[in-house]
Nanobody
Framework: QLQLVESGGGSAQPGGSLRLSCVAS????????IGWFRQAPGKEREVVSC????????YYLDSVKGRFTISKDNAQNTAYLDMNSLKPEDTGVYYC??????????????WGQGTQVTVSS
C-alpha cells in the first residue's frame, strides 16, 4: 500500500528555517516524481516544488526560489523540503504528493496527511 507521511512542521519566526520530511512506503522514490504542496487558509492549494523524473527540471514556485530546496534520499525513501528565510506568507498546511508535474496542483494521485507550518513573530 502506497503511503506518504510528512513531519517537521511547526512554528518559526520570520527569517527562520524549518525542514519538512516525507517518508514514502509502498513504492520507490528512485522511480517517482514527488513534490511539496501547500494550502493557506482561504486559498487554493499550490505547488511549492516538484522533483520530476527523467531530465525534466525541478520546479519551484516563484515566491520560494532561492529560499526553499527540495531533495530526496532514495536510500531512505524520503523527500525533504528545506525552508529558509521564512516569511509569514509561507504559512499553511504542507503536503507531499506523488506523482507531480511542474505547477499542476491536482496532479498527484497520492497525498500525505499534511503538516502545519506557521510563520509569525
Amino acid at each position: 500500500q502506497l503511503q506518504l507521511v510528512e513531519s517537521g512542521g511547526g512554528s518559526a519566526q520570520p527569517g527562520g528555517s524549518l525542514r519538512l520530511s516525507c517518508v514514502a512506503s509502498g513504492f520507490s522514490l528512485n522511480d517517482s516524481a514527488i513534490g511539496w504542496f501547500r494550502q493557506a487558509p482561504g486559498k487554493e492549494r499550490e505547488v511549492v516544488s516538484c522533483i520530476p523524473t527523467g531530465n525534466r527540471r525541478t520546479y519551484y514556485l516563484d515566491s520560494v526560489k532561492g529560499r526553499f530546496t527540495i531533495s530526496k534520499d532514495n536510500a531512505q525513501n524520503t523527500a525533504y523540503l528545506d525552508m529558509n528565510s521564512l516569511k509569514p506568507e509561507d504559512t499553511g498546511v504542507y503536503y507531499c504528493g506523488t506523482p507531480c508535474l511542474s505547477y499542476f496542483s491536482d496532479f498527484p494521485d497520492y497525498w500525505g496527511q499534511g503538516t502545519q507550518v506557521t510563520v509569525s513573530s
